[in-house]
């Protein structure tokens, strides 16, 4: 059974959870920023999703 990666939309800020054997990344390479390829997009609005991290896990872009 797969884990669940958290997503986010650049566009509109929702999170949307994708089976991690599922995704692909635009550029692995790219530390700051891992955005995924244009297979998954927004449910929402359409928008490019980055890479937040496990499901569940606290996420690292929180504001302190």
């Known amino acids: 059974m797969s884990q669940e990666m958290e ?23 790219n530390a700051e920023v891992k955005l995924l390829s244009s297979i998954h997009v927004c449910e929402n609005c359409g928008g490019q999703l980055a890479l937040v991290g496990k499901a569940g896990d606290e996420p690292h872009y929180r504001l302190e």
């Open 7 to 29: 997503c986010m939309c650049q566009q509109c800020g929702v999170s949307i959870y994708i089976p991690e054997d599922l995704i692909s990344l635009e550029d692995p390479a």
